[in-house]
Structure formats: structure tokens, C-alpha cells
């Protein structure tokens, strides 16, 4: 029901976008996020938005380089990643909750009950 693609191989500096379609049930009513994780690490948090766009909030490590944002006419959400580094590289998971809750959960993967199978991100030095 949600399905990532955009990911692929880019050198440092580059961009990349990824596209999270979603299908099967209604997504717009909820907030969304990008998590990612890298070869023998945890996965973490790497963005969030809101149901309709108007909250957004990144990871300190992607700020100012990566923007979220969704179109819900669209079922789809996006993360543009700009200025790319190498430690980008790792499998980028999009998720959607399924229950309105306070924004302040935004960043615990436990609320997020639908994941996309992810999409690897490789940047190169």
C-alpha cells in the first residue's frame, strides 16, 4: 500500500527525489514520514509531514539540505535531497500512520503502522 521509488546510485553534492505512492486505503488524513537505515545501523528518523503539509520536521543531519512535502490529490509523497553526502547512503523507508495523533509523536517509528518495502540511496565521494 505504499510503495518508494526514486532511490538509485548519485556522487556527494548531487540530488535525488524520492516518491512514496500510497494505494489501497485513504492516506490523506494522516501524517507521513521518511526514515533510512544504513549498513549495520538502526533505523532512524528522517523526516515528517503533516496531513496536509502544513507541518514538517527533519532530522538535524538532513536539515536545510532535504524537503518533505506530499500531494494528497496525488497519494503520493515526496522527499527532495539535496547536497548529498555519503553518509546519505542507506535503504529509505516511507511510512503513514493510521490515527490522528499529537505532531509531537511525529519522530517514533512506532506510530507509523504502514511501511514501503524502501528504496536504496548510495552516494559516492
Excluded: H
Excluded at 516518491?19 to 533510512?36: D, I, K, L
Excluded at 547512503?89 to 511501511?115: K, L, M, Q
Amino acid at each position: 500500500q505504499l510503495q518508494a521509488s526514486g532511490g538509485g546510485l548519485v556522487q556527494a553534492g548531487g540530488s535525488l527525489r524520492l516518491s512514496c505512492a500510497t494505494s489501497g486505503r485513504t492516506f490523506s488524513s494522516y501524517a507521513m514520514g521518511w526514515f533510512r537505515q544504513a549498513p549495520g545501523k538502526e533505523r532512524e528518523f528522517v523526516a515528517a509531514v503533516s496531513w496536509n503539509g502544513g507541518s514538517t520536521d527533519y532530522a538535524d543531519s538532513v536539515k536545510g539540505r532535504f524537503t518533505i512535502s506530499r500531494d494528497n490529490a496525488k497519494n503520493t509523497m515526496y522527499l527532495q535531497m539535496n547536497s548529498l553526502k555519503p553518509e546519505d547512503t542507506a535503504v529509505y523507508y516511507c511510512a503513514s500512520d493510521s490515527e490522528i495523533r499529537p505532531w509531537s509523536t511525529r519522530r517514533s517509528e512506532r506510530i507509523y503502522n504502514y511501511w514501503g518495502q524502501g528504496t536504496l540511496v548510495t552516494v559516492s565521494s
